[in-house]
């Protein structure tokens, strides 16, 4: 049996109405939650205290003051400068003590400084 023309678009228009009613809420609901996402992650990066200035130092390790399972270590390391300084290395083999290695110091605009291990001295 064949639909006429006309039956065949009203059938359609069912159909499409009713999958606009099954998906329409749910596509609804993702917006909505992306919108939600986007507005939570925007605050916090209108919180992050920003780097504005990077200055690279070498210094030799003194000793090793918290050493981690997977090489993050926190240093006490001799700057070149003459300081005694933390840094942080996540270098993935932790320096022992009397390595030479390069580090960032990095200011923020808050005015903390941050002390990163980038690599071994050469």
Request: charged share 30%; glycine share 6%.
């Amino acid at each position: 049996m064949r639909l006429t023309d006309e039956k065949a678009r009203r059938l359609t228009r069912l159909i499409w109405r009713d999958r606009a009613r099954r998906w329409l809420p749910v596509i609804a609901m993702v917006l909505v939650l992306a919108g939600a996402f986007a507005f939570m992650t925007e605050l916090q990066i209108g919180r992050i205290d920003r780097t504005v200035d990077v200055k690279v130092h070498e210094g030799t390790v003194l000793d090793v003051k918290h050493a981690a399972s997977r090489g993050a270590a926190v240093l006490h390391v001799h700057l070149d400068d003459g300081r005694d300084i933390d840094a942080l290395s996540a270098l993935r083999l932790a320096p022992a003590a009397g390595a030479h290695v390069v580090i960032n110091e990095g200011r923020h605009a808050s005015g903390r400084l941050t002390y990163d291990v980038v690599r071994f001295s050469e």
